[in-house]
């Protein structure tokens, strides 16, 4: 005999119904209130499973830096490794070994003067490796500040138009932040500019290599040498640290002439995230220093207390591990000949994909993957008339589930208005002339239906579905 259920189903039909024909999935989920009781494994799954269809493909993402196409081994190694806390050294060894080796390795990349000898560390990601970059500089200069017995009142940072983890540094940490504004045509650093608002309070100097808005790579070593110059002339002596988030795992395999790492005594630290270029899974960063001399000590905490004396430069505490081992796993699998090959193809797709772009409407490139990362951007030509923007082409390449970012550029040229595609790993090049296809469509209808209002800069749609 079948037991009844308050609900009026019984013990039996609960256990063979199908999924979708049991009381649990008759129901919205829950969104505002803590569950009372249980769910069934299987259907709470299945639930979960069959929300997460409508964050779209990954892989049709376009306007992200990271990671979405992975070796079938990476999936094996992170789902073996996913209890594995990075932080408990000593009970997980082989995994901070691991580490180290990874920080020697990049090191290496990075024509560190003693790569066996650096200093650096995995974070979360560029963002929590640019903060302990940031903060390096800055104890360093209050040091050098105190000892000459000066103020140390108003510390600044000049960079060009960074990513927003440099905006939350200054924040954050209280720091000027000098960012220099585009300028016509000029949509980077440039050394004059740089030189123009540095001073006594500078901590230091950011370019980024592959700077987010279009991709290009700021000129590290005119910078590098126009500040030697002015060390030369007034004896101020201010650091660089590179945000290398992409090009750090870029211009060593595709670029190795280009000099902007250790090869310039300038540079005093690297960051980079291993989970964009670098092909590692999503949660894993990099910052090395030249020596550890750059590193101040006072920032370094030691904890005894998950067994062994273990020193620690890290905002985070407990976080996985199997975004380490599988950046371990890449370097041992790929090796810069690896490496080289993934990002060459990127890039000719990029490139390819700026030249049929060029040809699809009445655009501007504004950067086409050449002399920067695997990216390209583009403008509606000046003085064309076209009845769409660019945020109503992004919006239209929605329905076929491309994700093609639109944008309005920083101060002063926020009056330019951009539509981006990064090129990754597992973008092919027969994907990248279907969305050709798909963009000539796109445009065609546009042009035939006219938007009777125009999609701007603050009509960004959010597609979340967290309320009811
Ligand atoms: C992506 C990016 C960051 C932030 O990196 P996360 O790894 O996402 O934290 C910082 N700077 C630049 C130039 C970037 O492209």
């Known amino acids: 005999m079948a037991l009844h259920t308050t609900n009026g189903s019984t013990l039996r039909s609960d256990v063979l119904d199908d999924a979708y024909a049991s009381s649990d999935l008759a129901r919205q989920l829950p ?13 709470a799954y299945e639930a979960v499973h069959d929300e997460l269809m409508l964050d779209g493909n990954s892989r049709q993402n376009l ?27 000593d009970e997980y060894p082989q995994t901070a070994a691991i580490e180290e080796r990874c920080v020697h390795m990049i090191a290496d990349l990075w024509n560190s003067p003693e790569a066996a000898e650096t200093i ?30 000066k103020s140390t009142d108003t510390p600044n940072l000049v960079c060009g138009p960074v990513q927003v983890c440099w905006h939350k540094f200054c924040r954050y940490w209280d720091v000027e932040i000098r960012e220099i504004p585009m300028e016509g045509d000029r949509l980077i650093m440039t050394p004059e500019e740089v ?49 290398g988030a992409s090009g750090g795992f870029l211009a060593p395999f595709c670029d190795p002439d280009l000099e ?34 750059h590193l101040p000590n006072d920032l370094v905490f030691n904890v005894n207390y998950l067994g062994g004396n273990m020193p620690t430069f890290a905002l985070n505490f407990s976080r996985p591990g199997g975004e ?14 690896g490496y080289r090959k993934i990002q060459a193809a990127c890039y000719e797709t990029a490139q390819a994909l700026a030249k049929a772009i060029r040809k699809t409407g009445p655009f501007e490139m504004l950067y086409d993957g050449e002399g920067g990362i695997p990216a390209l ?26 994700l093609v970012p639109a944008y309005a550029m920083p101060p002063h040229r926020e009056d330019l208005v951009i539509q981006r595609i990064l090129v990754r790993h597992g973008f092919g090049r027969d994907m990248a002339m279907l969305l050709i296809e798909d963009m000539k469509r796109a445009i065609d209808y546009l042009t035939k239906h006219s938007p009777s209002q125009s999609l701007g800069p603050d009509d960004a749609t959010v597609h979340n579905h967290t309320g009811r």
Request: hydrophobic share 40%; glycine share 8%.
């Open 31 to 43: 969104a505002f209130y803590f569950p009372k009781g249980e769910t069934d494994a299987r259907h």
């Open 63 to 89: 306007a992200t830096f990271c990671t979405t196409w992975l070796e079938p081994e990476v999936r094996d190694l992170m789902a073996e490794t996913v209890d594995k806390n990075m932080i408990d050294k």
């Open 120 to 149: 650096g560390t995995s974070t979360t990601g560029s963002s929590e490796a640019a903060m302990l970059g940031g903060l390096a500089m800055k104890w360093r200069w209050r040091e050098k500040r105190r000892a000459e017995g």
């Open 195 to 243: 030189i123009k608002r540095c001073d006594e309070n500078t901590i230091g100097v950011v370019p980024t290599l592959g700077v987010t808005y279009t991709g290009q790579y700021e000129p590290v070593a005119d910078v590098a040498a126009a500040l030697d110059k002015l060390q030369a002339d007034t004896g101020l002596d201010i650091p660089i640290h590179v945000d």
């Open 260 to 293: 902007w790492d250790f090869r310039l005594e300038r540079v005093v630290s690297i960051n980079a995230s291993g989970h964009k270029f670098g092909l590692a899974p999503l949660g894993v960063g990099w910052v090395v220093w030249r020596d550890r001399d």
């Open 324 to 337: 380490v081992i599988s950046q371990y796993y890449n370097f041992l699998r790929l090796g810069r000949e």
């Open 377 to 402: 951007c583009w403008s509606i030509k000046e003085g064309v008339d076209v009845p769409y923007t660019l945020f109503d082409l992004a919006d239209r390449l929605r329905t076929s589930g491309w």
